[in-house]
């Protein structure tokens, strides 16, 4: 039995990992921390096991030896900090995205990673969505041929978080790009199977991040406290050639909503995740449009059809803890999104492309 405490027991927590943990009969959890001692009380009330342990300090919690793994589910700046005491403390670690603020602290994991020999995972759960499984295992069987130019979408129209931390630049690192961009890069270079940058330009925007009374599916923002970008905007050349174009909007004017998607065009065929799953190619003259019915034509990599993406991330998890295997998100693709983004803000700033060095 696997004694799991969670650092960090706001809306990520109780929205995802909490009830998919809950599920779990491996595993039990033991102890919970938040900044705010009763959200953390409010957490083990509910999902704790007989005993658990209410913190606000995640240095003493960390201080439990019989603690196995943590889910380190605070905002972006601590996301470094706190997943590297955990793997000192001999702890496993599932950090949710993004890996970190910046690639000098996502290195820095890797490295304590290396070090203490725990395992480290990152929270890019939509690539456990049905969609996205079948369209990885046709893109690594060559069905679509060498990929080299794909798009990465995260496109909201008007959608702002206005809770917590998201409008904090400080806190976050940045707004939609790094907050929503970030599944939309991850699932696109996953598809791609490509993790070498050669070079990035981007820009930001904050426009309608100006407007009073706004429009917005959770209320209005208050101008003044939105410091990060409205949207985003990046495009990669990869080390090969392929190229990449990455949007990320939390607002913009636009119809075109898609959120966590990729759009893919290789040499045999495309495909995109637009009104459902769709493959277009050619075969013997003729082009052709298959729209795939993840119902029936789904991949069957894993016991229960109708598992949701967060439940079978944390499932397939803790498999790789039980099992001593990889997990599916291995911080090294992780650290590329991280360094690709920060890429994206650096030639916001500059104005001018931005070089990456393998790391």
């Not at 993004?98 to 690639?103: D, G, H, L, R």
């Not at 069905?143 to 809770?163: C, D, F, M, Q, S």
């Not at 050639?241 to 607002?251: K, P």
């Not at 990729?262 to 995109?272: E, I, P, S, V």
């Amino acid at each position: 039995m696997l004694k799991i405490g969670i650092i960090g027991c706001g809306g990520i927590a109780n929205g995802k990992h909490l009830p998919a943990l809950a599920k779990l009969e491996d595993v039990q959890m033991v102890a919970f921390c938040d900044v705010v001692g009763s959200r953390a009380g409010r957490a083990s009330e509910e999902y704790g096991a007989e005993g658990s342990k209410v913190y606000t300090d995640y240095k003493e919690l960390l201080k439990d030896e019989n603690i196995d793994v943590v889910h380190v589910l605070t905002p972006n700046d601590s996301h470094a900090e706190i997943s590297i005491a955990s793997m000192e403390s001999g702890k496993h670690v599932m950090c949710e995205k993004p890996m970190a603020k910046t690639t000098e602290e996502a290195r820095a994991m890797i490295e304590a990673m290396k070090r203490t020999g725990k395992k480290l995972t990152i929270g890019y759960q939509n690539r456990f969505r049905k969609d996205s499984q079948y369209l990885k295992t046709i893109s690594d069987n060559g069905e679509l041929g060498e990929i080299y130019n794909a798009k990465a979408h995260a496109i909201r129209r008007r959608a702002v978080p206005t809770w917590g931390v998201f409008l904090d630049e400080e806190a976050q690192g940045g707004g939609p790009l790094i907050d929503i961009g970030t599944h939309a890069l991850d699932l696109t270079l996953w598809m791609m199977d490509n993790y070498k940058p050669r070079y990035v330009v981007g820009n930001t925007y904050h426009k309608l991040a100006k407007t009073e009374n706004a429009a917005n599916a959770w209320g209005p923002w208050d101008p003044k406290e939105f410091t990060v970008e409205d949207s985003a905007f990046g495009f990669v050349t990869m080390e090969n050639g392929a190229t990449i174009y990455l949007e990320a909007s939390w607002a913009l004017n636009s119809l075109d909503v898609r959120e966590a998607q990729t759009t893919l065009h290789g040499t045999k065929a495309g495909a995109d995740m637009q009104n459902g799953l769709r493959i277009n190619g050619e075969d013997n003259g003729h082009t052709f449009v298959r729209s795939i019915d993840m119902e029936t034509g789904g991949v069957d990599f894993y016991d229960s059809s109708d598992a949701s993406p967060e439940d079978l991330e944390a499932r397939l998890w803790i498999d790789s803890i039980i099992n001593d295997t990889e997990p599916v998100v291995k911080p090294e693709q992780a650290l590329i999104v991280t360094e690709i983004l920060e890429a994206i803000y650096q030639s916001a700033k500059s104005g001018e492309p931005v070089f990456l060095q393998e790391g």
